[in-house]
């Protein structure tokens, strides 16, 4: 017993003690905090904060009414031994108090309709400012794709954004699709959660309001691989997304010095899975690599994007993400030095 209540002691000093830390009572931490829903830092992932702290305000008056009332009860009126063997006085139902405890409660719920339909219309009916940037995002076994309407670029598992200035919004809408299995699309610190469906476009859009880097999962089970179905949102201020936007649009750098990493990539399957813009890979079932060296991470966060970790992603890609669905090609150890030496050279 003594060692059990130990324990749960210990649990709750580490739960109290994350609680503060997510709450900002911690040290100073939004520059390792990138997954937070307590820090909404956009709109969408406001009102979603205030709306869980307002019912979470309301609950737990009640829970405090309802267990001291319950524990009063427990203390006042337990068992003792009566002499007289008389019993207490039998009340059978009371108008006034039923009326009440139905009433109040009913009151509550209709209260917290109201609020959440309003926060619903908050970010269902935002109009798109002209200044909006549109992304396509497809969610697929297991990785995101993300293509920029009207600007020619095609990138994975990392959306690039501008900061957007609450005078000036900028605000990203994203168009959410899926290419298999319904996934979702969910970055706690700048939207809530919205499926990505077979057959059927959802939007949903965030207008980050600080620059920075934000973690994002795929939150709805979609196979082997759905815990490594990361996602990262890059918030550049505008200056630097600018820059982003016309080094992404450039076709893919041309190295001599790789001809042979060039010619593997080209004469296998990988053509049939990947594009790289100004080459003969046309695939679309697997991330765009024009720009791989751009990101940071490999295979939808399972790896850094390192050329230590990309050659053994192409040596047996089921060792980093098992079930993923890229094939090894049983390439000769030349072949693959030459291979991600081209891959490299793709910034
Ligand atoms: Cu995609 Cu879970």
Redesign the pocket.
């Known amino acids: 017993m003594g060692r059990r209540l130990f324990f749960l002691g210990v649990f709750l000093a580490h739960a109290i003690q994350a609680v503060a830390n997510d709450w900002g009572m911690g040290e100073a931490n939004s520059k390792i905090d990138p997954a937070n829903i307590f820090r909404p830092l956009s709109t969408p992932a406001h009102e979603i904060s205030t709306i869980a702290i307002f019912t979470l305000a309301i609950t737990t008056v009640i829970f405090v009414i309802v267990s001291g009332l319950l524990t009063y009860s427990v203390v006042r009126f337990r068992a003792r031994r009566i002499d007289d063997g008389s019993e207490p006085p039998q009340v059978y139902g009371s108008g006034p108090v039923e009326f009440a405890w139905t009433a109040v409660p009913v009151l509550i719920v209709f209260v917290l309709i109201l609020t959440t339909a309003r926060s619903t219309y908050t970010v269902q009916a935002a109009r798109r400012p002209p200044g909006a940037v549109a992304v396509r995002v497809v969610?697929h076994q297991?990785w995101w794709e993300f293509e920029y309407a009207g600007l020619g670029i095609v990138t994975a598992n990392e959306l690039h954004v501008p900061v957007s200035d609450p005078r000036h919004p900028t605000p990203t809408f994203l168009d959410l699709e899926s290419a298999d299995v319904a996934?979702?699309f969910w970055v706690p610190r700048l939207a809530g959660k919205t499926d990505l469906i077979p057959n059927k476009a959802n939007v949903t859009w965030i207008d980050p309001q600080e620059p920075g880097v934000f973690l994002g999962q795929?939150a709805?089970?979609?196979g082997t691989q759905?815990a490594l179905?990361l996602l990262r949102v890059v918030v550049h201020p505008r200056d630097e997304w600018d820059r982003w936007v016309s080094a992404q649009r450039q076709p893919a750098a041309e190295d001599p010095s790789v001809a042979n990493g060039r010619h593997v990539f080209e004469s296998t399957a990988c053509v049939s899975c990947h594009v790289v813009r100004g080459t003969a890979a046309t695939g679309r079932f697997g991330p765009d690599l024009t720009h791989l060296m751009s990101r940071e991470t490999l295979a939808a966060g399972a790896a850094l994007n390192t050329a230590e970790n990309l050659k053994a992603w192409i040596r047996d890609p089921a060792a980093i993400k098992p079930g993923a669905l890229m094939p090894a090609m049983n390439l000769g150890a030349r072949d693959l030095d030459d291979l991600v030496a081209y891959l490299a050279t793709l910034s």
């Open positions: 969610g297991w996934h979702s795929c709805e089970f979609c759905h179905m």
